[in-house]
């Protein structure tokens, strides 16, 4: 199964190249991605600069431009999928219906991967996706079973591409109403849940406050870590309860799920951190690639991967064992 590997960086890209991945998921320095945060991403000449070393270690490199175009820019996002056709790269990842049909009529021997931000989570979405615009792969929801996955896969003909590290969101894939509301920014276009730009820390007395928008999201004593102030694994007062209450400080591990995934008919596996270190890059690659490679001899999966580098080190395996229905 392919391992697909996050880079915010160019060094964190060739960090994964030398850790084993497969193929290399990254975007550029602008809102044309959903991590557009200072300091993450690439420049042009960086984009290609990376393909280069990539594929000469057989490593491939997907583009995610998988925000959604503002009215009256969209040039922008037509420039991004042009560059991304120039540097090399060996697909890209979108989730605009119109960005895709500019994409499918300007640029058609540019592989299209459709982009979890569309949250396309059944097969005749699927199917019209690759009828339409000519789609190779999708990368699922993560609101779905194993069996669920399974079923999607047998009444289509394009690839699956699953997350089995990282972070998980309370919201539809994409559609952070939460950072919406306390930011102005909409996460789908402007590429960033909380931006560091609303972002503030304020020490009061020896207590550090986090807040977003002007919202106090955290609030921890002196030399405890204080957390990046995202809404959903906010903490908050509700009647007589205190703590999470929309979601704990929890990661997605997949990784003893992968023999079902794939059975499932999954392609490949997609780990979430593009905002993370070279070292996490390092660490999850070498782990899910040794998991891989375990699979294909027919050898014993690895136990316990990964545990310190999950939020609050603490793991589940979300809705691909849910049992609710």
């Known amino acids: ?46 984009m290609r600069e990376g393909v280069e070393f990539a594929h000469s270690h057989g490593v491939k490199v997907l583009v995610a431009i998988n925000t959604f175009p503002r009215a009256g820019d969209e040039v922008i996002w037509h420039n991004a999928v042009a560059d991304a ?49 000519g789609v190779k792969r999708v990368v699922l929801p993560r609101v779905l079973s194993v069996q669920e996955i399974a079923t ?6 394009v690839e699956t591409e699953v997350f089995v590290f990282g972070g998980l969101c309370v919201m539809a894939e994409g559609r ?9 920014k909409s996460p ?10 609303h972002v503030e820390y304020h020490d009061d007395n020896g207590v550090l406050d986090a807040r977003l928008g002007g919202y106090t999201i955290h609030r921890v004593e002196k030399g405890e870590p204080a957390p990046y102030p995202t809404l959903c694994k906010g903490c908050f007062t509700a009647g007589e309860k205190q703590g999470h209450l929309f979601e704990d400080p929890v990661s997605l591990n997949a990784g003893q799920l992968i023999p079902q995934l794939k059975k ?16 996490y890059v390092a660490q999850v690659v070498r ?30 395996t979300g809705a691909y064992k849910k049992t609710w229905r």
């Open 264 to 279: 499932a008919g999954v392609t490949a596996l997609k780990i979430e951190g593009r905002q993370r270190s070279r070292s």
């Open 152 to 157: 999607i896969n047998a009444e289509i003909e």
């Open 188 to 197: 789908n276009m402007n590429g960033a849940c909380s931006p560091a730009s």
């Open 85 to 133: 056709e120039a540097a090399g790269v060996d697909a890209v990842i979108l989730a605009d219906p119109g960005l895709l049909d500019y994409a499918t009529n300007n640029h058609p021997k540019l592989r299209r991967h459709l982009s979890v931000q569309a949250a396309a989570a059944n097969a005749d979405i699927i199917n019209f996706y690759a009828q339409r615009f």
């Open 176 to 184: 952070c109403s939460l950072s919406s509301y306390v930011t102005g």
């Open 1 to 46: 199964m392919e391992i697909v590997c996050p880079a915010g960086t160019p060094a964190a890209l060739r960090t994964a190249v030398k850790a084993g991945a497969h193929t290399i998921y990254c975007g550029f320095s602008d809102e044309t991605n959903a991590r557009n945060f200072p300091g993450l991403n690439f420049n042009r000449t960086e």
């Open 287 to 316: 782990n899910f690639r040794a998991a891989v490679d375990a699979l294909a001899l027919g050898q014993p999966m690895p136990e316990g991967m990964l545990a310190k580098l999950s939020e609050g080190q603490a793991t589940t």
